[in-house]
């Protein structure tokens, strides 16, 4: 069983996106599979049209209610939903140290049910992601490959030296993940560098640009629902199978 964090601190380096995709493939492959959405924004929940709830993880950091609101998304697939009010929560968390725990707590009590629990984070190292890292197995970083991209890693691996010192000393790096790769120059050194700096850890499957993807996503649809035979649908599917091996 693995709690997967989708983490980068980076905008658009294909969280939401990797969350969403990699928890069909997984999914499709009879995995039980819970997808958190953790991102004010609320991306993960619109892209598989759900909006509006009345229970969402806004309630639960709040602690309005005490159940995980889990809802059934396809075969094999839930979602804890989340909600644009999650935003205004977020200050009155700092204070509280028990607020770095709340996700555990709730994860840790139903996570016999799944295989996989999959975390789409917001684009900030704030409290939610935070939380995160604190109930995490693993975190999989994703990185866009485009100039630029890799300045953030250092901080991201700041982050979690600092989590396993402090928090959770058994998280480990599940990988990182290039995304929105291309034939461009650019994204080839990219791929190269990062390859060279961080070995293995890098997942051999990459995700290529696909218009597919964000077209799906626009559709309220995954990538297999929407285009199986797309690039993109065959690149998590790899992704899920890297990760089952
Ligand atoms: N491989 C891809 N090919 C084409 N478009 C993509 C790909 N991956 C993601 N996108 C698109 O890029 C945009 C950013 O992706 P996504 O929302 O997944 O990033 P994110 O890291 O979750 O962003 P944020 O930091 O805002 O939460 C979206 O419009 C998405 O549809
Ligand atoms: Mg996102």
């Not at 380096?13 to 492959?29: E, F, H, I, R, V």
């Not at 509280?96 to 789409?120: A, Q, T, V």
């Not at 218009?211 to 929407?226: G, L």
């Not at 199986?228 to 599917?237: N, Q």
Request: glycine share 4%.
């Amino acid at each position: 069983m693995k709690i997967i964090a989708v983490l980068n601190h980076k905008g658009g380096t294909s969280k939401t996106t990797t969350s969403l995709n990699l928890g069909a493939a997984l999914a499709k492959l009879g995995n039980r599979i819970l997808l958190v959405d953790l991102d004010p924004q609320a991306n993960l929940s619109q892209s598989l049209g759900i909006e509006d709830e009345e229970k969402t993880i806004s309630e639960v950091f709040a602690q309005k209610i005490d159940v995980m609101p889990i809802k059934k998304v396809q075969e094999n697939l839930d979602l804890v939903p989340a909600s644009l009010d999650l935003s205004a929560i977020e200050p009155g968390m700092y204070s509280n140290i028990n607020s770095y725990f709340l996700l555990k707590g709730h994860l840790d009590r139903i996570r016999s049910s799944y295989e996989f629990i999959i975390i789409d984070c917001p684009p900030s190292l704030g409290i939610f992601s935070q939380n995160a890292l604190i109930a995490a197995t693993d975190v999989l970083i994703t990185v866009q490959a485009q100039f630029l991209a890799l300045k953030g890693l250092d901080t991201v691996n700041n982050l979690i030296t600092t989590v396993r010192e402090k928090l959770n000393d058994k998280i480990s790096v599940l990988g990182l993940l290039l995304t929105q790769t291309n034939h461009t120059r650019i994204s080839k050194d990219i791929s190269n560098l990062l390859r060279d700096t961080f070995k293995e850890k890098v997942f051999a499957t990459s995700i290529r640009q696909n218009v597919a993807i964000s077209e799906a996503s626009a559709n309220r649809k995954d990538i297999f629902t929407y285009s199986p035979e797309s690039f993109g649908a065959v690149d998590y599917m790899n992704l899920a199978k890297e990760i089952l091996q």
